[in-house]
Structures are given as C-alpha cells and as structure tokens.
C-alpha cells in the first residue's frame, strides 16, 4: 500500500483479557518495527523484524508480549492477560533494507493503535 | 548511557515567530540524528536527518537543524511559524550498523494565532 497501515486504530479492553494489534507495511519494505509511546514519554522499541531474520525481540517488555510477522507482509503484536500499564500508542513501522544501515532509508511510521486498558 | 534529551516538554509561541527546539543527545559512537513531528491522530513524519557532511541540514515545511558535536546538540529551528506546524516533535538518535531510534520524549508546540 501507500503507506503503513495499523489496525484498530483504537482499542479499550478490560484488564485480563488479550488484544491483538496488526501492522500492514508497506508494499516492498523488508524491515518492520514496532515502537510504543506511553503518555508524556518517548518512543520505546519493541520489536524489530527483517526479512526471513530471526527478530530483535530486546524491547519487549515482558513475556505477555509477543510479536509474528510472516515473510514481508503484515505483522501482528499480541499483549497477553493486559495490564493498566499496556495502555499506550503502538506504532509500527516499516523500511526498505538494503546494504547500508537500516537508518540510511528512513522509517514510515503508521498513525498507531491507541489502547486503553480499563 | 544512550539518551536524548528534549529539555522543554511544552512551548508556546505566536503565528509568525521563530521557532527553536532543543535535543541534546547522548551517544557512543557516530550519531545519525532525526527530527520527526506528530500531529494529532498521525503517524510521526520525518523532518529532517543528519548523517554526515554539512552540519546545517535543511527539511521539509521550512524546517531546519543544526548539529553542534562539541555541544551534543540537534537544534530544531523555524524562522516563521505557521498555525499548522502546532504538533509534537521528537529528536531521535542512532548509529552506524544499528537500526533502533532512541526517541527524546518530545516537545508539544502550541501556535497562538
């Protein structure tokens, strides 16, 4: 597509229960990131996949939180028994790799899912 | 540590006015250092990148920032400020080899009109 596109845009769950957040990249876009953006702080990366790599799973915060991305194509990121403190904006990203580092070409970023955890 | 540093977490300026963000940056190795701006409900858009070269790097909607090494420093400017650029910024650094951001933790900017 045109751009990164993130589905729910919004999404409030009861705490307990689990959600499934879905990341379509962009057509060609071998890289794929997930970030989340708590309020009133910055971006923290989550979750970074190339190609048919094993992914950096580094930032995920605990193992309720688990990510899947097949081949080049879309990505879900899945949170576990959620708690309160889930509730933020999750963005994904996307990039084109290539020979150079990753940075070189820049991310797009989708306008995320926000979710609110009650 | 690695860090990024954005010292004003709200800023107020009039239509017309200049405009300067601070980011302060702490990095091991070469930074390569970005400006991204999020308006409300979107995604974060690039507005400029630094990797090398020229030290005064020009970007989109008239922005531009310049990289100070002895100061650690990536200083978002704008000579005239437009209703339209009321959203948040965030200063971003990263490295040769490595494909993460570390993200400051913004600056929401407001446009009296």
């Known amino acids: 597509g045109a751009g990164v596109s993130q589905s729910p845009s919004n999404k409030v769950t009861e705490k307990g229960k689990d959600v499934e957040l879905r990341c379509d990249p962009i057509?060609?876009?071998?890289?794929l990131y997930w970030y989340r953006q708590r309020l009133g702080q910055g971006l923290e990366f989550l979750i970074y996949f190339q190609g048919n790599s094993a992914p950096d799973k580094s930032g995920l915060p605990s193992d309720r939180f688990s990510a899947e991305r097949t081949g080049e194509s879309v990505s879900t990121l899945t949170i576990q028994r959620t708690q309160q403190e889930d509730s933020a904006v999750y963005l994904c990203?996307?990039?084109?790799?290539?020979?150079?580092?990753?940075?070189?070409?820049?991310?797009?970023f989708g306008s995320g899912t926000r979710l609110t955890v009650v | 540590a690695q860090s990024v540093t954005q010292p004003d977490i709200h800023i107020t300026v009039s239509e017309g006015a200049s405009l300067e963000l601070r980011c302060n940056y702490s990095?091991?190795?070469?930074?390569?250092l970005f400006w991204y701006v999020q308006s409300p409900g979107q995604g974060l858009q690039l507005l400029l990148k630094?990797?090398?070269?020229?030290?005064l790097v020009q970007g989109i909607k008239g922005f531009e920032a310049e990289f100070k090494r002895s100061q650690s420093s990536f200083n978002l400017r704008k000579p005239s400020v437009h209703w339209s650029d009321a959203a948040e910024y965030f200063c971003a650094v990263g490295g040769t080899g490595t494909y993460k951001y570390i993200f400051g933790t913004g600056t929401r900017l407001k446009v009296l009109a």
């Open positions: 990203a996307s990039s084109r790799g290539g020979q150079g580092p990753p940075l070189n070409y820049g991310y797009t």
């Open positions: 990095y091991g190795a070469t930074p390569y």
């Open positions: 630094y990797f090398s070269g020229d030290t």
């Open positions: 057509s060609g876009h071998t890289a």
